[in-house]
């Protein structure tokens, strides 16, 4: 009978994680569509070519070498291993319970591990889009997946220590599925790569006015959010780790309803500061609060009640409006608004984790967010900065007038368009 149950929860909790990181696997869609209908037609190609590239350049390199550097042990998926069925049981016979951890395929675990690292990576795409190089960032894309996300990720989810000085563990940093982990840090390496890169031709007044660059297609930019948004139930969903017992069960339930309650508080608070500030209901800043809804969350979905839930996703989509304004101020082109929705309500979602979890401290959750940007940002820049003197990172002048469509896909996504009926 043990047997059976012990098999039971195994697969189950195997199949959860599958489905759930087929379900993140899923946001790449969202961003691609999220991305493609924010940019302007004449670089709609290149952007979905850029997403579809870096996810595979993500999985090969996590395989290679990011999985090993973010939780040890040797390349080529060597660490890979499922659980010794025969020792497993025995020690769950000889404690007389089946709900002492997770169980699952090692092999589940890598594939649910990779479409994280995608996702930081996804982030970096639409706030350099319309004037870098697409192999530029392709190049970016293999040290971000390889290296610099494996390590921040071996400091916190891996338990290893900060250079060997200091345990972001040991301090209580507490991020549930990834609010610094992996949208902050996809933030900080976006926004390196937008302050070597400069601001769109154009974007910017000889004055410093702000000038608005409309995005394409609003029809697929909200269809992408609601992929991301449905994707994000595996996202944090599976980020519990287990389904095959009644307290997992339950843990995962309320999850996934806290993930998408605090999903709709983003998308209202948005939505109603947009109209105070601008007298209008602003789409791009409904479908951005909505996102912002779910990075606010990702920290700590386990915690809150519903309704706790639904005011930290409110207090995110007020802070994406206001970061999004502030950064244009300051001359920050981000098309997308990558920075502001993962960044800095990356940094609040970290920061609420302690209003409704008493094992967290804003002093550890200061300390991880830190640690992971500054991290991040600095090898960042140093690797943009590479970049840009081995083969340069900014498309020229032209190109960008033309739209890299054409220079660096050689295709068009609207070809239609621009022929004379």
């Not at 389904?243 to 996934?256: K, Q, R």
């Not at 601008?278 to 800043?285: I, S």
């Amino acid at each position: 009978m043990q047997d059976q149950i012990f098999h039971l929860q195994y697969a189950m909790d195997t199949f959860y994680f599958l489905v759930c990181g087929a379900l993140v696997m899923w946001m790449a869609a969202g961003f691609a569509m999220l991305e493609a209908g924010l940019v302007r037609s004449k670089n709609t190609t290149e952007i979905l070519t850029k997403n579809v590239a870096l996810f595979a350049i993500s999985c090969i390199m996590y395989m290679i070498c990011g999985y090993s550097i973010m939780y040890g042990g040797d390349i080529f998926l060597s660490t890979i291993a499922d659980v010794d069925v025969e020792s497993t049981l025995a020690d769950y016979a000889a404690r007389g319970d089946f709900e002492g951890g997770s169980i699952y395929s090692g092999a589940s675990d890598f594939f649910f591990q990779v479409v994280f690292v995608a996702t930081a990576m996804s982030i970096v795409s639409g706030a350099v889009a319309e004037r870098m190089k697409l192999w530029a960032f392709l190049a970016f894309a293999v040290v971000m997946t390889g290296f610099i996300y494996p390590m921040e990720g071996n400091w916190t989810w891996g338990g290893g220590s900060v250079f060997g000085m200091f345990s972001l563990g040991d301090l209580g940093f507490l991020d549930f599925a990834g609010s610094g982990i992996v949208h902050m840090a996809g933030a900080a390496a976006a926004l390196a790569g937008v302050i070597i890169l400069g601001a769109r031709k154009g974007k910017y007044g000889p004055n410093g006015e702000v000038r608005a660059i409309p995005g394409a297609n609003l029809p697929l930019a909200t269809l992408g959010t609601l992929i991301l948004w449905m994707g994000w139930f595996g996202f944090n969903g599976g980020s519990v780790l287990k389904l095959g017992d009644i307290a997992s069960a339950n843990a995962v339930a309320m999850v996934f309803l806290n993930t998408n309650t605090a999903a709709a508080g983003g998308a209202i608070g948005a939505l109603i500061l947009a109209r105070i500030l601008f007298g209008k209901a602003d789409l791009t800043m409904l479908l951005n609060g909505a996102l912002a809804g779910l990075v606010a969350i990702t920290a700590g979905p386990d915690s809150p009640t519903a309704l706790g839930a639904t005011l930290i996703g409110l207090v995110g989509g007020l802070i994406v409006v206001v970061s999004i304004l502030t950064l244009d101020k300051l001359k920050i082109d981000d098309p997308v608004g990558a920075i502001s929705v993962h960044g800095v309500v990356g940094l609040w979602g970290l920061l609420a984790v302690p209003l409704t979890n008493g094992d967290a401290t804003f002093g550890a959750q200061i300390a991880g967010a830190i640690t992971i940007f500054v991290w991040v940002f600095v090898t960042s820049l140093i690797v943009w900065s590479i970049i840009k003197a081995v083969i340069g990172v900014r498309v020229t002048e032209e190109e960008e007038y033309e739209g890299v469509d054409l220079s660096e896909c050689g295709m068009e996504a609207y070809p239609e368009f621009n022929k004379a009926k």
